[in-house]
Every structure is written in C-alpha cells, then in structure tokens.
C-alpha cells in the first residue's frame, strides 16, 4: 500500500533531520506542531461552516483544517527562527537521540493532520491505497481488514488533540474536542464513504439548507410497532430491554451550494450520525451511532373532512444492505433518522451530524409510544420487476393544451408509467452507454436498428431507475408556428423549462430523450445527473414527419401526475396514477 511507504519515508526523514539539527530545535518544533495543530482544530469548525462552505463548497473542510495548520506552523517557524538564532549544546548523541526522536513525534502529529485533513476533501474513498472502514453486505459499516497503516498516525493524532483540548488546552478553549468530534479519524474515514453509494453524491450541507424537527425517544421493548418494522429492527436487539429507539426528524432544501448535487438529493447512511454523551467513572463521554433506517413522509393532499394537523404519514425504509441511501430529486425533502442506541451509563442524545454539520438535539423529546411508532412509520411491502422484466405500462390520459398565444414548439401526445423504450437494440452496437442488466443507465448515441434476433445477455430494453422511484414515458410531437412572428414566439418559448407535474405540487424534469426515426434508428441520450430544462434541448429540428419522441422521467412512487407545463403558458392536464 503505498500510503504506508509515503508515511514511513516522511516519518524516517523527519527523524533524521531532527536528529541532526540537534535536541533543542526539535523540541521547538514539536511544540510549534502541537500549539500549530491545537489551533488550526479550534478555527476548523467556525472557518469551515462560517466562511468556506459558501465559497469553495465541498473543499471546505479539509482547506479550513490544513490551511490554517500549515500557514500557522510556516510562520512560526520563520518567527521562531528569526528569534531563537542559536542552539543549545548538548552532546552529540543526545542531539541524535532526543533530537530524533522530537523529530518522530512532531512528524507523526503532522502526517495525521494531514492525513485527517485530506480525509475530508472530496476525494476517492481509498488515499493512496488506504481505506480503513468499508461497507459491509448488510449495511453496516466496519473496519476494512485490507487496508491498515503500520502506523496509526491519524488515530494518534486525532487522540494527541482530544486529550489536550480537555487537559492542557482546556481552561483556554473550554470545549473538549471529544465531546463535539468523538473518533475524529473515523469521521475523517466516513466523509468520503458516500462515493460508495453513489460517485455523484455530495459531500456537504449548509445550515440554510437542513434543518432538524421534533425528536422521539423510546425505550425498548417497544410494543405497537407493525410487524415488518419490528422484524427490521430485531437485528438492533428492539425486543430486549436496555435500549432506546431515537428519531430525529430532518429537513433538506435544494440549494445551489452543493448540498443537492446535480438536482438529485443523495444522502448515504455513512453522512448521518447520532452524537451520545455517557456518563463512565465519573467523566462524560461520547460515542457516535449510525442509523438503521429512515423514515420518508408521504405527504397526502388533505380532504375537507380531515383535520389540518392530522401527520402525514411515513414509510420507513431500514438499511439492511450496502446499498440503502436516501436519494430523492424533489426540492424538499423530510427524513426522519432511526436509531438505536444503550441505555446503559446514561447514554443521552446530543448532537445528530449531518454531512459534517453538527445540530444540537433538545433536551426535552417525544416519548408518547403513539407518536413514537408514527415517527417510525410503516414498511412498504414491493413485489419487485425481475432486472431483465420491463415495468409493467399503465396508460394515462392527456387533455388538450391550455395557454394562449402560438404553441412552444412541441406538444404532449401520450403519457404511460413505463421504463421500456420504444425498440429494444443489442449492447454490442451500443458502446457509448453504460448499462445496469438491460437497462440504460447514461449515455448518449445514434443506435441503428438491429436486425435479427437480440441474445437475452446482451438485450437492451428500458431505462434504468432505483427501487425508489418509477418511470414516466411522455410522447410529444412537433407542434410549429405558422407565421413567421408565430416562429420568433415559439423559439423564445423553447427557451422556457419543462416539466411534469404531480398532485402534490412538486415538479419532475425529463433525465433524457429517445428519438425514433422512421428507418428504425434511436437517437438515445439519457443523463439522470443532468436533467433537460427546456424544450431547446430536444432534437425538434431533426424530426420527420414519422418520426417519434419520447420523454423520460424518474418520478416518486405514490402520487399522481396531473399535467405537462412548458413554462407558465403552456399547460397539459395529464392523469397518471403512480402507485407507492
């Protein structure tokens, strides 16, 4: 592992330097790290969410830790210089011994910073080869047995400055890192683990875009609760005493910051930690709890007769699998994080990190059994499509357009909850896609017909989408102005977004397109991180008068879609049932 080579050389390096430029300078030296370090710790929090997140987004904690730690240590070390001009004498191998050994100890707190601080950059979950913690297939995470250093300089570190902030440091700070960072080498370790999930995902929050709801607590056994979820969390030990089931309501906004990355809000399991504080011996300290599930709120249009503080109510999904993450594309988005954590020593709630971003948790919590179980919600039970069965299709209706002035160009025609495009092709003449079993994940080509039969290995037949959401097939067809003024109209309104939108609101834009063309070849482009914003992004000037379009949307299960817009002006009403 070449993580190991680069520390041991830096570590041997440095301890010969400092064995040879005497006892006395390494020793100042090690005191400029450990006074450097301390410092750049304490500014790391308030530069990072105060000045960097807004502007250099996911680079932010990992600049606000080794930016100030290394400016800090360079000028110190030039003022130290500057005012200590000699060296104190002592015998030559003292100086090599001492010295060194100053060197050792001064080079391993500075390879853990850094090790910490690249730790949480927005890089690949593996540094140089080392990658300490892994998902495991049901969900958890744990130690990776693969990947370990022949020394620990990020546990070292991370514990050489959780013990001064709460010792010497302590009277200046006031706040023991241990409390507020518990195993900040794991946290450093986790940041990244999100790409596991999902390479897209982001690795950051600002505090205007999540915010934390009501909290329930409960201890267990927990009784009431359906069975399905109860079976999901047995594995916690929820049936036996000496535990306690914790909720803690979220809500997440879109922002342009980074937070939803590329319109999709992807959040993995491995971004969300509770914060406990235990009394043991007499001193309080914390520990850090993943989630075992979360809870989606499924909100319902209220009817006459029922009450507007009636909850809506919730779907709970347990992390059961190295694959569960919370992903969703809608602006807003309400989850609530299950957790189960000992009651033993007194272990009480604190903090809930979200994404690096620490919340305090209120003190007073719902403890009602009703409201608890609520919280919590209820499991859908899904009969899932084989990966080589298509959805099954449902027909919609759409109505005819509404708004004034020339039509935008295009108009809908057909509407189907579907994944199937509209003829299947070989991967074997398809080499700019990349797939998931005979689905297209992303991607962009002209694929010619395919004569013949097509191999079940190599069939490509639909779109791809996660369990959570369901697909959506909207036709449109040309619909062009007449005059020339009408032409001018319906350029400027190509420019205007297009979108599906559902019962509740919320509005689902197209992840990509299929154009049919008469001879039997498909111009594919599917790009679910980028979706289509406007109609000027369809290839309109490229259809025939017997040439198809096709429309695709991930949209969530359980609403209704109930028209197609083209800006404010044009509307479609459309009827769609989605069913959860």
Same mark, same amino acid.
């Given at each position: ?39 750049? @710790? ?14 250099? #987004? ?31 004498? @002592? ?7 001492c010295g060194g050994v100053c060197g050792l100890l001064a080079a391993v707190l500075t390879a853990g910073i850094v090790l910490i601080g690249l730790g949480f950059m927005p890089l690949s979950a593996s540094l140089a080869g080392y990658q300490p913690l892994a998902v495991n297939a049901d969900g958890t995470v744990g130690p990776n047995p693969d990947s370990r250093l022949w020394v620990r300089v990020d546990h070292h570190a991370?514990? @050489? ?96 910051? #980074? ?22 011996? #007499? ?36 992390? =059961? ?129 395919? !004569? ?26 040309? =619909? ?46 599917? =790009? ?19 040439? !198809? ?32």
């Amino acid at each position: 592992m070449l993580a190991n080579v680069l520390i041991i050389l830096f570590l041997a390096l440095m301890a010969y330097w400092w064995g040879v430029q005497g006892f006395f300078s390494a020793l100042l030296h090690l005191l400029l790290v450990i006074v450097c370090g301390a410092i750049a @710790f304490a500014l790391w929090e308030p530069l990072a969410e105060g000045l960097l997140l807004p502007a250099i #987004g996911q680079l932010a904690w990992g600049v606000a830790l080794l930016g100030p730690f290394a400016l800090l240590l360079i000028i110190s070390r030039t003022v130290m210089d500057m005012l200590v001009r000699k060296n104190v004498q @002592f015998s030559h191998l003292i100086n090599l011994i001492c010295g060194g050994v100053c060197g050792l100890l001064a080079a391993v707190l500075t390879a853990g910073i850094v090790l910490i601080g690249l730790g949480f950059m927005p890089l690949s979950a593996s540094l140089a080869g080392y990658q300490p913690l892994a998902v495991n297939a049901d969900g958890t995470v744990g130690p990776n047995p693969d990947s370990r250093l022949w020394v620990r300089v990020d546990h070292h570190a991370a514990g @050489f400055f959780t013990r001064v902030s709460g010792g010497a440091f302590y009277p200046w700070s006031g706040h023991p890192m241990t409390l507020y960072r518990p195993d900040l080498a794991h946290q450093a370790a986790l940041f990244r683990m999100s790409k596991h999930y999902d390479e897209n995902a982001s690795l950051i929050a600002t505090h205007d875009s999540v915010r934390v709801g009501t909290v329930y607590a409960h201890e267990t056994p927990l009784e009431g609760l359906p069975a399905p979820v109860a079976e999901a969390l047995n594995r916690q030990g929820i049936r036996n005493a000496g535990k306690r089931i914790v909720i803690v309501d979220t809500e997440w906004q879109k922002k342009q910051d #980074g937070t939803f990355d590329s319109n999709t809000l992807r959040i993995a399991p491995t971004q969300i930690r509770l914060i406990t504080h235990a009394t043991q011996r #007499g001193h309080t300290v914390a520990h850090l709890h993943p989630p075992v599930g979360f809870a989606r709120t499924i909100s319902r249009p209220k009817t006459a007769n029922e009450a507007e503080q009636a909850p809506d109510p919730r779907r709970f999904t347990p992390i =059961d699998n190295g694959q569960v993450a919370a992903n969703d594309n809608r602006p807003q988005q309400k989850i609530a994080w299950v957790f189960v954590v000992p009651t033993a020593d007194n272990e009480t709630p604190r903090f809930i990190q979200l994404r690096s971003l620490r919340f305090d948790l209120p003190k007073s919590m719902n403890t009602e059994p009703a409201a608890v179980i609520a919280a919590i919600g209820a499991m859908q039970v899904e009969q899932k499509v084989q990966p080589d069965q298509p959805l099954p299709s449902t027909v919609g209706t759409v109505g005819r357009r509404r708004g004034s002035g020339p039509p935008a160009g295009h108009k809908a025609e057909r509407i189907v909850r579907t994944d199937t495009l509209p003829r299947s092709f070989s991967k074997n003449r398809a080499s700019g896609f990349r797939f998931v079993n005979s689905a297209v994940h992303s991607g962009s080509q002209q694929v010619p017909p395919t !004569e013949g039969h097509i191999g079940q290995k190599t069939k490509v037949d639909s779109v791809y989408h996660s369990d959570d959401f369901d697909m959506v097939r909207l036709q449109v067809e040309k =619909d062009l102005a007449m005059s020339t003024l009408g032409a001018a109209i319906t350029a400027a309104k190509a420019l205007q977004p297009i979108w599906l939108e559902d019962n509740f609101g919320d509005k689902w834009y197209p992840l990509g397109y299929v154009l049919l063309k008469d001879n039997g070849t498909q111009r594919v482009n599917i =790009d679910p991180d980028n979706p289509i914003m406007h109609a000027k992004q369809l290839p309109f000037w490229d259809m025939g008068a017997n040439d !198809e379009m096709y429309l695709y949307f991930a949209v969530r299960k359980g609403i209704t879609i109930t028209s197609y817009n083209i800006g404010q002006s044009d509307r479609y009403p459309c009827n769609l049932v989605i069913p959860d």
